[in-house]
Nanobody, 124 residues
Framework: QVQLVESGGGLVQAGGSLRLSCAASGHTFSSYAMGWFRQAPGKEREFVAAISRSGDNTYYADSVKGRFTISRENAKNTVYLQMNSLKPEDTAVYYC?????????????????WGQGTQVTVSS
């Protein structure tokens, strides 16, 4: 079992940056691939980024490619999402998630554990 707690959300102006963190409990963090998803009001949850167990492979939604960077520190049981050049359309609740799957990391249905979410609001 993995428990996930996100932090780092907040209010930022367009063009600004935020770094989200997701702290995981347990000693098997490196056994999970990790992902970030987001959900805006009235919209379905969507994939943002994912990272493999070792951190060697990363994946991004087209909408954030070149602006967001996912990374992890297995020694600290933490995954990060660095968000630069933020846009108003990035406003959403951001969730981190853990999966034992080795494929389909862009699908929320592959993930076994979820955090409670952190709000990111980008003003224009």
């Amino acid at each position: 079992q993995v428990q996930l707690v996100e932090s780092g959300g907040g209010l930022v102006q367009a063009g600004g940056s935020l770094r989200l963190s997701c702290a995981a409990s347990g000693h098997t963090f490196s056994s999970y691939a990790m992902g970030w998803f987001r959900q805006a009001p009235g919209k379905e949850r969507e994939f943002v980024a994912a990272i493999s167990r070792s951190g060697d492979n990363t994946y991004y939604a087209d909408s954030v490619k070149g602006r967001f960077t996912i990374s992890r520190e297995n020694a600290k049981n933490t995954v990060y999402l660095q968000m630069n050049s933020l846009k108003p359309e990035d406003t959403a609740v951001y969730y981190c998630a853990a999966t034992v799957s080795y494929s389909g990391l862009g699908s929320q249905y592959q993930y076994n554990y979820w955090g409670q979410g952190t709000q990111v609001t980008v003003s224009s």
